[in-house]
Every structure is written in C-alpha cells, then in structure tokens.
C-alpha cells in the first residue's frame, strides 16, 4: 500500500476551498492509502503567532480533520512538533539545500518582499517540509498549484540526500486534483480563497454559520448578463460557484446549467449557499462534540505516538547515512 503525507498549517479556521480541495479528498485516500494527516504547527510560527490563539487553532484543526471523516483507525492524525524528528530532519535538509535554490522559492519572495525584518525560518522552511514528507516514506503528496515549486525541491533535495549519502529517501510524487483544487475567493475570482485573507466576504469559514454561508453567497461575484454558464475566462466568478455546487451537490456542472438555464442567478446562488450548508452542517456538528471532549486529545496523543515510533526510523537511517551520532546506534 503506497504511502501519502499531508500537512496544513494551523494557521486560522479552514475555508471550504480547503474542504473541496483537500480534505473531502483525504477522506477518500484514507480508504486505499497509508497516510499522515500532520497539522504542522513549526511551520505556523516562521511569522509571528499568539500563543493561546496557535494553541486554539492546533485543536481546532485536529477535530476538522476528524469531523471531516479522517478516521484514527485509518488513517495517522498528529501534530508536527510533537514528533521531534521532524525539526531533527528538517535541519539535516538545510546542510543539503542551496541558498539560491530557497532564496527562488516564490512563496519566499512573495512574503519578504520590501521588509527587512524577515524571518531566516521564512528562507528555511522549505527543508523542514521535505523532512516532514521524507520521513515516511512518502509515494504521494496531494497538492495545490501553490505548493507544487516546494514540492519539487523536495523531490530535489531527496535525490540529492540519496546521491551524496546513501539512497534511503522515496521521491515523491506531486499530485494535483483535477476538480476543485482552486476554489476562488468569491469577491476576487482571480484570487485562491484563503483563510488568510483579512475580507470575510472573500471565503466561507468550514465554521460558519447557515446565515453567514447564505449572506456570504449572495454577494459573491459575478456578472452583468444573468446566464448560468460555465465560462472561467468569461465568467469566473459564475464558473467558481458551479464548482462548489457540483462538488457539494454530486451534480454535474453541465446538469447545473441546463436546471439554472432561464432562473438567474438569484436562485443559482441560494440553491448554492443550500448545497454548502448540507455539506458543511454534520461536520460542524460533530466538530463541536469533538471540542468538548477528551476524545479528541486522546486520539492526538495515539497519533503523536505512532508518527514518533515510523519517523524514528527514517531519522536514523538518515543519521547514520550522513555519519552522524555513533557507529553502535
């Protein structure tokens, strides 16, 4: 069975652009895949986080997994700094990288353009996430277009390790969903929606409420000639919502256009706003079981203990394939 490892930041709560095209789909691998589910938490702090508050977005994180339907039995849930090896790692990947290969890294120039109080971990980030990945064997990453310049240092840095040292690290294989991998924000269509957009208005929240979905929804961008038709060029704010409704509804885009042909888009969009609500209600309900119980942190501590005992593994290997520590390890 190949293996697959996935990390999100727990950097504020999870849009449904990040349900559509992540985690509905991580439900669906658990069933023929080997995975790890890691909310990577070291790689939240490369800028600066309020302690309580990255604390409350660590749990919260955790029971989304778990309402979404990652299930403990299938799957491995943990948190990335509560495995040691992974920081160990992620600096054995930092001897092995290249300043100029980071420095080119679009994220990075993205984010440190124009300060000069830059953090060094916002340059270094890249091999603690290849060691995140390479410690498990990992055979597949599932991606957004976003990530796919880290993914491929990744795979650089890996064949590098392999080539210098001794070949114990698997490639992996970078894979981007067809579907509803690029939710758009719904005020700026050109735009991925984001959580960490500071306009509300711009995603929906996996937490909000039908109220909010359905004002949210509403006022999401369109057009001026009334058609439902998808059209991204054209029409890409039209084409984003027919994405979330086919991915919430099961419906075809082309079944959608023929129901909406001549009804405008004041029902299209409240029939939209409905087709989230009935997606996003169970999860809601079972998130908040989740947070208040202990059910949840026992399931984290499970994880925490199997993602140690699997990384050890690797982090040992790599040790001694770079002559690190002593030879009776």
Not at 143 to 158: I, S
Not at 307 to 312: C, E, N, P, T, Y
């Given at each position: 069975?190949?293996?697959?490892?996935?990390?999100?930041?727990?950097?504020?709560t999870?849009?449904?652009?990040?349900?559509?095209?992540?985690?509905?789909n991580?439900?669906?691998?658990?069933?023929?895949?080997?995975?790890?589910?890691?909310?990577?938490?070291?790689?939240?702090?490369?800028?600066?986080?309020?302690?309580?508050?990255?604390?409350?977005?660590?749990?919260?994180?955790?029971?989304?997994?778990?309402?979404?339907?990652?299930?403990?039995?299938?799957?491995?849930?943990?948190?990335?700094?509560?495995?040691?090896?992974?920081?160990?790692?992620?600096?054995?990947?930092?001897?092995?990288?290249?300043?100029?290969?980071?420095?080119?890294?679009?994220?990075?120039?993205?984010k440190?353009?124009?300060?000069?109080?830059?953090?060094?971990?916002?340059?270094?980030?890249?091999?603690?996430?290849?060691?995140?990945?390479?410690?498990?064997?990992?055979?597949?990453?599932p991606?957004?277009?976003?990530?796919?310049?880290?993914?491929?240092?990744?795979?650089?840095?890996?064949?590098?390790?392999?080539?210098?040292?001794?070949?114990?690290?698997?490639?992996?294989?970078?894979?981007?969903?067809?579907v509803?991998?690029?939710?758009?924000?719904?005020?700026?269509?050109?735009?991925?929606?984001?959580?960490?957009?500071?306009k509300?208005?711009?995603?929906?929240?996996?937490?909000?409420?039908?109220?909010?979905?359905?004002k949210?929804?509403?006022?999401?961008?369109?057009?001026?000639?009334?058609?439902?038709?998808?059209?991204?060029?054209n029409?890409?704010?039209?084409?984003?919502?027919?994405?979330?409704?086919?991915?919430?509804?099961?419906?075809?885009?082309e079944t959608?256009?023929?129901?909406?042909?001549s009804?405008?888009?004041?029902?299209?969009?409240?029939d939209?706003?409905?087709?989230?609500?009935?997606?996003?209600?169970p999860?809601?309900?079972?998130?908040?079981?989740?947070?208040?119980?202990?059910?949840?942190?026992?399931?984290?501590?499970?994880?925490?203990?199997?993602?140690?005992?699997?990384?050890k593994?690797m982090?040992?290997?790599?040790?001694?394939?770079?002559?690190?520590?002593?030879?009776?390890?």
């Amino acid at each position: 069975m190949k293996t697959i490892f996935s990390g999100i930041q727990p950097s504020g709560t999870l849009t449904l652009g990040n349900y559509l095209g992540a985690m509905k789909n991580f439900v669906e691998m658990q069933e023929d895949y080997h995975c790890y589910f890691c909310i990577v938490d070291q790689h939240a702090i490369t800028v600066p986080q309020d302690r309580l508050q990255l604390r409350k977005n660590i749990k919260s994180l955790a029971a989304l997994y778990l309402a979404s339907g990652i299930s403990q039995e299938k799957s491995t849930l943990f948190i990335q700094s509560e495995v040691p090896a992974h920081a160990q790692l992620g600096w054995m990947m930092q001897c092995v990288s290249y300043i100029g290969e980071l420095e080119r890294m679009t994220q990075f120039k993205d984010k440190s353009g124009g300060s000069e109080a830059v953090s060094s971990a916002l340059l270094t980030y890249p091999p603690l996430m290849a060691a995140d990945i390479l410690l498990y064997g990992t055979d597949i990453v599932p991606v957004g277009e976003d990530q796919k310049q880290h993914l491929e240092l990744t795979r650089d840095l890996a064949h590098r390790f392999n080539t210098r040292y001794n070949d114990i690290f698997t490639i992996p294989e970078v894979r981007i969903p067809k579907v509803g991998a690029r939710i758009m924000s719904l005020n700026d269509p050109s735009k991925k929606m984001s959580k960490s957009n500071p306009k509300a208005k711009s995603y929906i929240s996996m937490l909000d409420d039908e109220s909010v979905i359905m004002k949210k929804m509403k006022s999401a961008v369109t057009d001026s000639d009334g058609e439902v038709r998808y059209d991204p060029d054209n029409k890409p704010g039209l084409a984003n919502l027919l994405t979330i409704y086919s991915l919430c509804s099961g419906e075809s885009i082309e079944t959608l256009e023929k129901k909406y042909a001549s009804s405008g888009y004041g029902p299209f969009k409240e029939d939209t706003a409905h087709a989230v609500i009935k997606v996003l209600k169970p999860i809601q309900d079972r998130y908040e079981e989740l947070m208040k119980s202990e059910e949840l942190d026992l399931i984290l501590d499970q994880g925490a203990l199997q993602a140690d005992r699997d990384a050890k593994k690797m982090l040992i290997k790599a040790e001694r394939a770079m002559g690190l520590g002593r030879s009776r390890r």
